[in-house]
């Protein structure tokens, strides 16, 4: 869990960096099938300023791991921001067994 926390921690560090200029993404050619449809439902609901989708079940996609950053969850409190991705992905995650949410703070 500790491991978890500091990478996201680091992230943000590298959003707030280049957030006012760029769009991250994670989308390349060896992306799953599940990892692109997730990046396009979330791209098209929150537009956000940066995004990173992995499939870390192994390629089965059983288990993804979300790192979302979006001026849409600007004010709102951690649980509602959860809440708004897991509404966003709701037919997708009654085919999955965990879904792992990481957002990150793009307009500090």
């Known amino acids: 869990m500790f491991s978890l926390s500091r990478r996201c ?3 943000t560090v ?3 960096r280049f ?3 760029s769009y991250e993404s994670n989308a390349h050619a060896t992306s799953t099938q599940g990892e692109q449809h997730i990046r396009e439902k979330l791209t098209e609901k929150f537009n956000p300023t940066s995004l990173q989708v992995q499939d870390i079940s192994g390629g089965c996609g059983d288990f993804y791991a979300i790192t979302i950053a979006s001026d849409a969850f ?3 409190p951690m ?3 959860h809440r708004l991705v ?3 992905l709701k037919k997708e995650i009654e085919g999955i ?3 792992q949410v990481c ?3 793009s307009w500090c």
């Open 79 to 81: 649980v509602k921001q």
């Open 97 to 99: 067994h965990g879904l």
């Open 103 to 105: 957002r990150i703070f």
């Open 74 to 76: 600007k004010g709102l």
């Open 19 to 21: 957030a006012a200029t």
């Open 9 to 11: 921690l680091q992230t």
């Open 14 to 16: 590298q959003i707030r």
């Open 86 to 88: 897991t509404e966003t």
